[in-house]
Every structure is written in C-alpha cells, then in structure tokens.
C-alpha cells in the first residue's frame, strides 16, 4: 500500500486553537515540568510521516524499538477480501484456540484504522467502511426474530476457499457472539470513523455517496425513534459494548452514552441537509441538547455531588424533587467515600430509577471528554482524578476498564457467577492496554501530555515482552490476563495511536471534537466544575 498525502487542512483552526489554549492554560504551565525537548513545542511541531511502516522519530532520536515490532504485527493482522485489505483480526495468538477472535471486530478495528489514517494509509479504512455498510443492508435475524435494518456487525469472518479461489464474507449481528447481544457500539464507532476518514483525507466523495448517508440514518432511526423513554439516554441490554459479557451494565452505560453523543456529533457534520437529512439534522441537535444536559447533570460525580446525594430526601414527589431519580442514599457503597477525592470528578457508570451505578468506566469518561461532552472542567477535572488515583486507575498497566472489582455475593448476583469477569480480571476492573490510545488523546485534549507520557512510558516496560496481551488481571494489574490472548491486535495499534498522537498531536483532529458552545449547562454545581 501506498501512503497518499493526507489533507488535514479541515484540523487545522479547530486543533490549533485547542493547543494553544492549552499552551496558556494557567494549569498546564505549572505542571508543564517535563525537558525542553519533550514539551509542547513538540507537540505542535508540524508532522513527519514515514513512507514506510515505521514512521520516524521527530526528534531524530532511536524510535523505540517496541514502533517497529507493533508495526509488523499490526501488519500481519491484515484481513483480505478478494486481495483487498478489509479489516485486521482481533488476536494472532497462535497458542489458544481462536474462538471469535479470528474475526474483524468493528470496536477493535477502531485503533488500526486510526493508526493507518495517522500513517496516511486510508485505503483499508474506506474498504472497511464500504464492506462493514454492505453487511448492514443484510437482513438480520435471530431465530424468527428480525433486527432493526440499521443494526451494524460486531464482527466478521473472511472465508477463503483455496479450490474454488473465493472469499465470502459472514457477519455476527449478536447471534453467534457469547450471550446474543447485539452491538450497540457498531454504529456509534462507524459514524465515528466514517467522520475520522473525512478529516483525515479531506474526501467527501466517501461520506457523500447515497449509501453512506443511507447507513447513517439508518443508524440514526435505531437511536432517535419515538418510545416510552422519559430520559434522552440510550436504554441498553447488558453486554452491548466493548464490556460484551454480562456485567451489571445494562441500562444507561456511560460507554454507549458518550459513543452516542459522539456519533450524534460526527453525523451532524456528515449529513447532507438535502432531502431526509434534513429532519434528522434537526432531531440530532435536540437530542444533543437534552443529552448533554442529562449527562453533565445526573451522571457527574464529585465530592460536592457526592455530598447532596449522601444527604438526599426521598420519596419527593413533583416538578421540583431534588433527588429526581429517587436514588436511596443506604444505596451509595462505601468505597466510594475513600476513593474520591477533593479534587476531581467523574461520570458515573449507570444513571437509572433508584439506581446510581458509581463504579468507574474508563471508556465512557475518555469518550466523554474527547467528543466534548464533558464540559472543559469536568475534563479538567476527570485527569484529576487520574492524577489523584493513579495507583488505583492505572496501576502498573494502564488502564482499567472499570473500577473497583466487583466481588463475592455482588459478583455472583451481578455477572450470573461469570469465571471469566472475577474480581480484577477481564471486564470486572481488569486492565486493557489498547485505552491507551483513548487516554493519550484525553491528554492532549486536555492538555496533560505528560500524563500520557508517564502511562505510555508504563506501558514501554512490558507489553511487548510479554507479547501483547489483551488484558492484565491482579489490583494493579500486574498479572497477564488469566485467559488473555497474545497479540491482540488492539493493543498493538492502541500503542501505535497512543505514540503517534504524542508525536503530532494535530492527529487528534481525527477522533476529537471540540467544545460546541451553545451546548453550555446552565448549572454549575461542584467545586470541580468552577475551579
Ligand atoms: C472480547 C472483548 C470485546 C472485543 C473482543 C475481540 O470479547 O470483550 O470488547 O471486541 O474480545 O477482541
């Protein structure tokens, strides 16, 4: 493949100005300690791409030899269909047996095809798009149930038949994955990269075609349709994320929030006004509105919010409850209480009758302050946290899916006694490398590149001597992943995103959207948020 010259020229105001009010942010010059060489001179350094694999370091120094090693990988994941790069594989790890690991994941993909747009390699990335809207359009159907049209796959599986020279293609909508629960990310992470091809080539011609536009609102109609619905959050099955297996999710996850928020913003930017466009533009920006306002209201935890809750009234009926969900204060656990600190805040995982779920989900909060769904202080104030909990969120390997493990009788009621989610593994406050990436471009959204630096420099002790895994198991997570696969691709290219974005931060123009100021709370409520 060729790299073609990539036109960012669409990045360009947007990302400057979000540098340099970092540059002047009053908090970024006090803790801005690092040398010279590493500051953010460097980071709005125009950017050097490589015409081959490995792009070169800026500073002339040795790229780290991890680069190299994580390109052939992420090379060798490669998925073809009738010659064509489509796709590359969840895990290479020739020693377990495959499952469905052997198949392209949409969410997987996600950091390989950043990887490959940041390396001016947008081919495999518009052949996935086209190939992952061509399986949208198939009828999909479990047992004699069929699903919404606009439904996107989790994964799919090339076939190569060396006799008769052909490739089929076979997509999982959620019948074939462990628990049968379709992906409600799909879309979201479709949109969302559909808008990063965009920004990265400056092609329209992609995002124009009437398919493209189809498929988005198609997407659309899944998440936008009149119900009974009294919140504007995204009701959800457990399980439909990233976090795939049953784990006390179900409801208003912060994952699927933020990914919708975000999707709702990168369609808004993608769709022609022309024709049906039209009213869907006008149901994003109302939605938009309701969402933001919901998420920044009900779902932000800090030590002020934490306070009112401890101290709420119950059964308040009427326009004017303080306490609107009627969230039992006995309800609130106890870790909570130790865990957060004066300084900082973040959304909490589940926000539903009766029901505050206050466990921490890296992938939510990350989203939430890279699609600007979190206002500028409540990014400020969820690195704090980071700063603040560091032990406790990323350990010796960044970084934790959620927070804390569920445990004992919890565990049993919660996740159905699941082997592979027990306490500090896997999905239950395990450690996943590949939100490296995501956390990289918090910081630099937010103007914290040294606290990516001190994550990634973490991550350079160990992940490729212990052969990529997939996730890390133990408090701090210390431990491979008890039934991680190696070489999970994942993780290869978060850390390839993760380095590259560090390099040239104008490639978070690709996956960061910047603050919509007609979208500002009218409350302000915490200590967090006016600091
Ligand atoms: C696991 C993860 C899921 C991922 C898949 C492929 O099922 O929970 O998020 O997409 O593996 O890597």
Redesign the pocket.
Known sequence: MHPIETNRSLDERSLSDIISANLHSPRLRSLETVKSSESLEGLISPSIRSSVGTPRDRHNFEPHPMIGDAWDALRRSLVFFRNKPVGTI??MDPTEDSLN?NQV?V??FVPSALAFLMNGEPEIVKNFLLKTLRLQAIEKRIDCFTLGEGVMPASFKVLHDPLRKTDTMIADFGESAIGRVAPVDSGFWWIILLRAYVKSTGDHSLADMPDCQRGMRLILTLCLSDGFDTFPTLLCADGCC???RRMGIYGYPIEIQSLFFMALRSAKSLLKPEGEGKEFLERIDKRLQALSYHIREYFWLDHTQLNNIYRYKTEEYSHTAVNKFNVIPDSIPHWIFDFLPMNGGYFIGNVSPARMDFRWFAIGNCMAILSSLATPDQASAIMDLFEERWEELVGDMPLKVSYPALEGHEWEIVTGCDPKNTRWSY?NAGSWPVILWMLTAACIKTGRPQIARRAIEQVEQRLSKDGWP?YYDGKAGRYIGKQARKF?T?SIAGYLVAKMMLEDPSHLGLIGLEEDKKMKPALTRSASWTA
């Open positions: 969840a895990a690991y994941f969410r997987d990233m976090i795939d999905h997939e999970q994942w």
